[in-house]
């Protein structure tokens, strides 16, 4: 069973539509990083969110963190071939070092 | 800054043999590293933590005898994949928590083991 559940596992959409990704846990995270990964290489950070509430911007993506820190999202807005990629979110508890992964969102922008 | 260098990026080895992967920080130390291994359009799963000058703490089902871990310097962290199985081939990353980014983590390139 996946601790981080991301929905939707796959996306397809054409360029210019916006989109949201989901990630939702039933535990607390102190902290939520979100990631973007290219086939045959390794994720990228795109954002931390550590406070409860807390919206960051990067460009045309808005990440949220939910104000209990269960739950997280991503959205995109006019969505560009670019932006094809898996995206994952991954959590963090004070109590570990290590990262949990969420099942990860496939994403398609046609252009 | 917080590069971390994985090699080889990809690596054909015969059923039986041992492969190393190499995981590298180039300018920071990182006294843990982790491993994840990654299945085609499936998430990363965690492996073991790697901890320098000390035992590697393994996930559970992940076999310690097959897949060795040495972290032999603050900048260093090998994987051993001995006695190679088809089933063990899979995509392996490794990572390090970067002092440069708020509770953000590097990521290696990955390596692509394929056992024949």
């Known amino acids: 069973t996946q601790l981080l559940e991301q929905s939707p596992q796959f996306l397809s959409i054409q360029e210019g539509e916006n989109l949201t990704v989901y990630c939702n846990s039933s535990?607390?995270?102190?902290?939520l990083q979100w990631y973007r990964q290219e086939p045959g290489e390794g994720p990228v950070l795109l954002v931390t969110v550590v406070t409860g509430g807390e919206v960051k911007k990067l460009k045309r993506l808005t990440f949220q963190f939910g104000d209990a820190r269960k739950d997280s999202s991503l959205h995109i807005t006019a969505a560009q071939p670019g932006d094809t990629g898996l995206y994952l979110c991954?959590?963090?508890?004070?109590?570990?070092?290590?990262?949990?992964f969420g099942s990860g969102t496939q994403l398609t922008v046609l252009p | 800054g917080a590069v971390v260098s994985q090699h080889p990026s990809w690596v054909i080895c015969k059923s039986g043999t041992s492969v190393k992967i190499e995981c590298r920080s180039l300018?920071?130390?990182?006294?843990?590293m982790f491993w994840y291994r990654q299945f085609p359009k499936q998430s990363l799963m965690l492996m073991a933590t790697?901890?320098?000058?000390?035992?590697?703490?393994?996930e559970q089902g992940v076999e310690k005898d097959k897949f060795l871990i040495n972290h032999a310097s603050l900048t260093l962290s090998t994987l051993t994949v001995t006695s190679a199985h088809p089933e063990d081939s899979s995509f392996y990353i490794c990572?390090?928590?970067?002092?440069?980014?708020?509770?953000?983590?590097?990521f290696g390139s990955g390596t692509r083991l394929t056992v024949v």
């Open positions: 535990s607390v995270f102190s902290s």
């Open positions: 300018d920071f130390q990182a006294t843990t």
């Open positions: 790697s901890n320098e000058g000390s035992k590697a703490t393994y």
């Open positions: 990572s390090a928590r970067t002092p440069f980014r708020d509770y953000g983590y590097t």
């Open positions: 991954a959590g963090a508890r004070s109590s570990a070092r290590q990262l949990t």
